[in-house]
């Protein structure tokens, strides 16, 4: 008889281990053996049990292994998590079958061996079944759904509860999320603010709310909100550093004349515009919106130009803003040299304004909603042994449920967005529409988005320089992989799996919109690549660039309303701070805001960062090795971007790796 060495590694989390009876079935190229039952399965949870299966004969090279679960009558029937199984031939082989999954019914489940094989490199009839039966399965459990029109497709699910177990949060992660929305909530109950219709009579005020829960920033922010240089840093390193760019020539809807406008040193703005000086946020994404009801009361959306000049010692400064899309009497363009409040109502407006753009297309389309389609499409589209699969799998962890949750406590029929937000309710689905019709794959793509805004050479630009050195090492990563496993454009286009996943994500993520640019499918090695890049970078580091700031610029509610009670002014002259502070939003609406994006900002204790991989999906050492130079390189820039924060006023840390996520899990 020969013996095969079988090592089971159940995972290190809870009730991840099982009373129940397991069996196994080791599968080869030449034979396969009988079912075993492992007796004596070690039930505590990230155990390393070691058992022998005997053969007659030799199996030959190991394919799969085949597990089930059965309960005896003794105990209940529970769920199982193994990481992996090790076997270890009699001719001294070592075979990994990376799982990573839950184990919870009497199904048999088979399990590829660890080395990546794309479909045709299958020559082995039970793993081409396999290969298929895997996806049959996972179309099943993986639908696609249409939470609106014109926005991209999302999971199929009766909420989070019903996803399945192994894309759901973890016990601690669930226990950690719900516990600090329970404290905030009540925190907010206790204070008598949550109920409280009123509005702010005194700014300070403001600060009193979650009062032990400030950041550095947070309070930098209240200092120095009314600044106009803080103003413009935010358009650069806050958390909506993407709609910014140079502007050569105004729009035609936005007539600032040179006489308007204060340039310093003798210049003017059309010379400045010239010399590449001017910078434009244009709002027109949200024109035309009507704003939402809250608390019975109308609210208001403005679609604002902002015009920025860089001055000699190369900050940042606004210039002009007009609060509406189309120049009119009624609309006014207000200038620094106007009254406090005039140019204060002003800038607050586009801070509210900013608000509903960041946080629908910068952040909830363009890092959510795309990890969600690529996270659908890689577990409906790609087994378990295929080399794409092993490279995204871990930029997915989450993903699917957050956005659940956010579906159901955010954009709900009782959510946050839904009840508080100016953009909220029916307008909140017709932005994304609109967001999603005018988005494109280059700007998905940080490289191309930084030159086609042309901002490639504006100084104390923070989030452009950490976010291109993080493309460029993650393209030299998955360059690394993808190389390894394509050698010829040829290989590309024979991968017939590969070419279904794209256009799976064409057709459910962009809704087969070409004019977004988006590969319908793959030619060549260099397109593969960087579309891999784009999406690991989108749902890492991108993600972490628009999410991780929240609270550290909206905790100080004026800085960044999420939504307004009172029309833009009219006129100049017609602001005070009795208006200003009637045009906020009221106390209960206030402290409803905040408590979300505090929520939004926490890190769990399981948080993942970019450089690590817990679960082991490649096997091969070349991808392995790989995986540590992609970590060091990360290291090395950590410390660069930690000794360059440390000259800064405002330290720029959303892009240090150390405080990426390794996916959309938040």
């Not at 709310?209 to 922010?221: A, E, G, L, R």
């Given at each position: ?93 070592i075979y990994t079958f990376p799982i990573h999954c839950w184990i919870s019914d009497r199904e048999t ?558």
């Amino acid at each position: 008889m020969l013996v095969y060495q079988v090592t089971v590694y159940t995972g290190d989390r809870v009730g991840a281990a099982t009373l129940n009876n397991v069996h196994i079935k080791l599968v080869g190229t030449d034979d396969e053996s009988e079912r075993k039952w492992l007796k004596s399965l070690v039930i505590f949870r990230g155990s390393i049990s070691t058992y022998t299966v005997s053969c007659p004969n030799s199996l030959g090279k190991l394919v799969l292994i085949e597990l089930d679960k059965r309960h005896n009558h003794l105990t209940p029937d529970d769920a199982w998590f193994p990481e992996k199984v090790e076997i270890k031939s009699p001719e001294g082989n070592i075979y990994t079958f990376p799982i990573h999954c839950w184990i919870s019914d009497r199904e048999t489940h088979r399990f590829r061996e660890g080395k990546a094989l794309r479909i045709f490199d299958e020559s082995h009839s039970l793993g081409q079944y396999a290969r298929k039966q895997e996806l049959s399965h996972r179309k099943v459990c993986y639908g696609w759904d249409c939470f609106d029109a014109g926005m991209p497709n999302s999971i199929e699910a009766d909420g989070p509860c019903s996803l399945p177990s192994e894309i759901q949060f973890s016990f601690t992660k669930t226990a950690e999320f719900g516990y600090t929305a329970l404290t905030a909530l009540t925190e907010l109950h206790l204070k008598g603010l949550d109920d409280n219709h009123r509005n702010w009579e005194n700014l300070d005020h403001i600060k009193e709310v979650f009062c032990n829960k400030h950041t550095p920033i947070s309070d930098y922010v209240h200092e120095h909100w009314m600044a106009d240089w803080l103003f413009a840093y935010q358009f650069l390193n806050g958390v909506h550093p993407t709609l910014i760019r140079r502007c050569k020539t105004l729009p035609e809807n936005f007539p600032v004349t040179d006489d308007m406008v204060f340039i310093p040193n003798g210049s003017n703005l059309s010379k400045e515009l010239t010399l590449g000086n001017i910078y434009l946020c244009d709002y027109k994404n949200l024109d035309g919106f009507p704003a939402n009801t809250v608390e019975g009361i109308q609210q208001y959306l403005t679609a604002p130009l902002v015009l920025f000049h860089k001055r000699d010692n190369d900050k940042l400064m606004p210039i002009a803003i007009q609060l509406k899309q189309t120049p009119a009497e009624d609309n006014p363009i207000f200038l620094p040299t106007d009254s406090t409040y005039d140019w204060l109502i002003a800038k607050i407006f586009v801070r509210s304004a900013d608000f509903t753009e960041h946080q629908l297309n910068a952040h909830f389309l363009r890092t959510h909603l795309m990890a969600e389609v690529f996270a659908v499409s890689l577990l409906r589209k790609l087994p378990m042994v295929h080399p794409l699969y092993k490279l995204l799998i871990p930029h997915t962890r989450y993903t699917l449920h957050i956005n659940e949750l956010a579906r159901s406590q955010l954009i709900g029929p009782t959510g946050v967005f839904t009840k508080y937000a100016a953009s909220g309710g029916e307008v909140l689905n017709r932005i994304v529409a609109r967001s999603l019709s005018s988005m494109t794959y280059r700007s998905l793509c940080i490289p191309d988005d930084i030159a086609d805004r042309d901002m490639q050479d504006l100084p104390n630009f923070y989030y452009r320089d950490d976010g291109l050195q993080l493309w460029d090492i993650v393209y030299k990563f998955v360059q690394g992989v993808i190389q390894y496993y394509y050698k010829s454009d040829d290989e590309v286009q024979r991968d017939s799996e590969l070419q279904t996943w794209i256009g799976n994500i064409f057709q459910h993520g962009f809704l087969s919109q070409q004019q977004t640019g988006i590969p319908q499918r793959f030619n060549t090695v260099p397109e593969l690549i960087k579309f891999a890049t784009m999406v690991i970078f989108t749902c890492s580091c991108q993600h972490a660039a628009v999410n991780n700031g929240q609270y550290d610029y909206s905790f100080w509610m004026p800085n960044t309303p999420i939504t307004l009670q009172r029309p833009p002014p009219t006129k100049k002259g017609t602001t005070s701070e009795a208006t200003m502070l009637q045009t906020l939003p009221p106390i209960s609406v206030t402290v409803h805001g905040i408590a979300v994006v505090w929520l939004l900002s926490r890190q769990s204790s399981d948080f993942v960062p970019l450089e690590h991989y817990p679960e082991d999906h490649f096997t091969e050492e070349t991808p392995r090795q790989l995986q540590k130079d992609f970590k060091a390189e990360l290291d090395t820039l950590s410390i660069a971007i930690s000794n360059r924060n440390k000259g800064l006023d405002i330290p720029y840390t959303y892009l240090d790796p150390k405080n990426i996520e390794n996916s959309v899990a938040i």
